[in-house]
C-alpha cells in the first residue's frame, strides 16, 4: 500500500505540473485517474477526495468550461464543510473557486459574498499577512474593478502586492498576478505609463518562470499590447496582440474565452487604423464565442456587442449601430448597473447614432418600447 501511495502521490505532482505549464487536456485526463483512485481508496466523503473535485474544477476553469467547473468545486464544497467545517483554510479555498467561476459567468455580486466569506476565514486563521490571504484581498479587488469601483479596487491590489512582495518575493508567479492586476486599474483610469510598467514587471516573471508560451503569459502580453494601442503604438501592440493570440489558440483552443477576448483585441487595432473589414471579421469571431461559451447575457458578450456597434456607428451605419447598442446596454444595466460607466457611454452612444439613424424620431419613447419587449 505504500508503494501505491508513493506511485499516487508522484501523478498527483505529473498532474499538477502539467496543469501549471498550461497542459490543461493532458493534466485533465491524470486528474481523472486520481479521483478514481481517491474515490476508491477513501469513499466519497473523504478531505483527499474533495482536491480531486477542486483540482478537476480547476483545469475545466481554466479551458473556459465553467458550468463543468461549478459542479465539480460544489462537489468539493459540500464535503469540505461537512468533514472540516465552514471555518478551515481549506473550506475557504472552495468558496473562493467558486467565487471565480461566478465571476467569470458575470455573476459578480455572488462572487463577492463568496470571496468575501473566504476572505473573513483566511483573515482570522491566516492571518492578514498570509499569501492565502493576499490572494483573497486580489480576488475581492478583481470583481471591485469589474463594477468600475476602481479606487476600492486599487486598495486592495496594493494590499495584496505589499504582501507578495514581502512573504513571496518580486520573482514569484504571485507577486506577477499582483503587478498585473494593479496595471489593469492604472489602464481602466488611463494612467498608461504606471500600468505600462506593472505589465512590464508581470511579463518578465511570466516569460522567466513560466515561458513564452504559457497562457499566463499571453495575458501579459495581451495587456501591454492593449495599453500601446491606447497610446497609439499600434505596431507594437499589433505584435503582441498577434502573439498572445498565438498562444492561446494553441494552448486553450479557438473557442476559449481568452481566445475570444484575442480576436477582440487584434479587431480595436485594425478598427482605429481605419481596416474596418479586418475588424469587423474579428469582432464577429469574438462574439460568436463569447455567446456560446459565456451565454448572450455575460458581460464580456455585451463588449463584443458594443465594439461591433462602434464599428458600424464609424462607417454611418447608424440603424446597425443602435441595434447593437442596444443589444450591449440591456446587459450592462443588468449586469453592472445604471451608474456603471459602462452602461453610461453604451445608453449615450445609442442615443446618438438613434438620432443619426432617425433625426425626427424619439429616443426616449422607442427604448422605453425597446425595454419592455424585454420583459
Not at 449586469?335 to 447614432?353: A, D, P, R, V, W
Request: with cysteine; glycine share 6%.
Amino acid at each position: 500500500m505504500g508503494k501505491e501511495l508513493e506511485q499516487i502521490g508522484l501523478l498527483s505532482k505529473f498532474a499538477y505540473l502539467l496543469h501549471y505549464v498550461g497542459q490543461y487536456r493532458k493534466a485533465e485526463k491524470l486528474y481523472k485517474c486520481l479521483l478514481k483512485i481517491d474515490r476508491e481508496t477513501w469513499g466519497e466523503n473523504h478531505p483527499e477526495v474533495a482536491i480531486g473535485y477542486s483540482n478537476m474544477g480547476s483545469v475545466y476553469e481554466e479551458q473556459g468550461e465553467y458550468e463543468k467547473a461549478k459542479g465539480l468545486y460544489e462537489k468539493s464544497l459540500r464535503i469540505r464543510e461537512r468533514v472540516l467545517g465552514e471555518g478551515h483554510p481549506d473550506t475557504a479555498r472552495s468558496y473562493s473557486n467558486l467565487a471565480g467561476v461566478y465571476e467569470k459567468q458575470g455573476e459578480y455580486e455572488k462572487a463577492k459574498e463568496l470571496y468575501e466569506k473566504s476572505l473573513r476565514i483566511r483573515e482570522r486563521v491566516l492571518g492578514e499577512g498570509h499569501p492565502d490571504t493576499a490572494r483573497s484581498y486580489s480576488n475581492l479587488a478583481g470583481v471591485y474593478e469589474k463594477q468600475g469601483e476602481y479606487e476600492k479596487a486599487k486598495e486592495l491590489y496594493e494590499k495584496s502586492l505589499r504582501i507578495c512582495e514581502r512573504v513571496l518575493g518580486e520573482g514569484h508567479p504571485d507577486t506577477a498576478s499582483s503587478y498585473h492586476n494593479l496595471g489593469l486599474v492604472y489602464a481602466a483610469q488611463r494612467e498608461y505609463e504606471k500600468a505600462e510598467e506593472l505589465f512590464e514587471k508581470s511579463l518578465r516573471v511570466h516569460e522567466r518562470i513560466l515561458g513564452e508560451n504559457h497562457p499566463c503569459t499571453a495575458t501579459s502580453y495581451s495587456c501591454l499590447a492593449s495599453v500601446y494601442r491606447k497610446q497609439g503604438k499600434y505596431v507594437k501592440a499589433e505584435e503582441l496582440h498577434q502573439k498572445s493570440l498565438r498562444i492561446r489558440e494553441r494552448a486553450l483552443g479557438e473557442n476559449h474565452p481568452d481566445t475570444a477576448s484575442s480576436y477582440n483585441n487584434l479587431a480595436l487595432v485594425y478598427k482605429e487604423q481605419g481596416e474596418y473589414a479586418k475588424a469587423q471579421e474579428l469582432y464577429e469571431k469574438s462574439l460568436r464565442i463569447s455567446e456560446k461559451m459565456l451565454g448572450e447575457n455575460h458581460p464580456e458578450t455585451a463588449i463584443s456587442y458594443n465594439n461591433l456597434a462602434v464599428l458600424y456607428k464609424n462607417q454611418s451605419e447608424y440603424k446597425d449601430a443602435t441595434t447593437y447598442y442596444l443589444r450591449a446596454y440591456k446587459i450592462f444595466k443588468l449586469k453592472l448597473g445604471l451608474l456603471h460607466s459602462y452602461t453610461q457611454f453604451t445608453y449615450k452612444n445609442m442615443e446618438i447614432s438613434y438620432y443619426k439613424w432617425k433625426p425626427e424620431g424619439n429616443f426616449e419613447q422607442w427604448l422605453e418600447e425597446k425595454m419592455k419587449e424585454e420583459d
